[in-house]
C-alpha cells in the first residue's frame, strides 16, 4: 500500500490512524528548485539530517536501545545506510540493539506506513496541497534544507 496510490479517502483513513498513535515524525523537505546536487549525494545528506533529528529526540537519546530499518534504496544500500548509522549513532552516544538493516516492502510490509506520513508532507511542500498534512501537521517536525538563501 502506498501514498501516492491509494485514493484521498485511504490516505485520510491510514493517516488518522497514524496521527491516533501519537507519533513523532521527523521529515526533511529538500528545496529542489535551488540545491544543484542530486542521487546519492542528496540521499545520504538528507538521511544525515534526518537521523540527527531522530537522535536528538529524548525518548531516542534516554532510550536503552534502538533499532533502525531502511527501505531499500539504490542510492543507500545496506552497507553504506549501516555504516551512516553507525558513526552518527556514536557521535550522538545512541545505542543501537543491532546493525541497520535496509529491507523491502515483502520484507517488512509495516514499512508502507511511512509512505503515508512522507506523502503528505511531500503534498504540502512540493505541491501546496495542505490537506493531508493537517491531520498529522501537529505531530510532525518538518526541517527544510538546501533553502532560497543556498544553505543547509
Known amino acids: ?4 496510490t491509494s485514493d484521498k479517502n485511504v490516505r485520510r483513513e491510514v ?6 498513535t501519537a507519533p513523532k515524525i521527523k521529515a526533511v523537505v529538500i ?10 549525494y542528496l540521499y545520504h545528506e538528507t538521511t544525515k539530517e534526518l537521523l540527527d533529528d531522530v537522535f536528538k529526540d529524548r525518548s531516542v537519546k534516554n532510550s536503552k536501545g534502538i533499532s533502525v530499518i531502511f527501505h531499500n534504496h539504490t542510492a543507500l544500500p545496506g552497507k ?3 555504516e551512516v548509522v553507525m558513526k552518527m549513532a556514536k557521535e550522538r552516544k545512541i545505542k543501537l540493539n543491532k546493525p541497520t538493516t535496509s529491507m523491502d516492502l515483502k520484507e ?3 514499512l508502507s506506513i511511512h509512505d503515508f506520513p512522507t506523502g503528505a ?3 504540502r ?3 501546496g496541497n495542505k490537506k493531508e498534512h493537517e491531520t498529522i501537521q501537529l505531530k510532525t ?8 538563501n543556498g544553505k543547509k
Open 121 to 123: 508532507v511531500g503534498e
Open 15 to 20: 493517516l488518522k490512524d497514524v496521527a491516533y
Open 141 to 148: 517536525k518538518v526541517r527544510k534544507i538546501f533553502q532560497r
Open 125 to 127: 511542500y512540493e505541491r
Open 80 to 82: 553504506t545506510a549501516n
Open 1 to 4: 500500500m502506498k501514498h501516492k
Open 31 to 40: 528545496d529542489k528548485s535551488v540545491s544543484k546536487t542530486s542521487g546519492k
Open 108 to 110: 517488512a510490509p509495516i
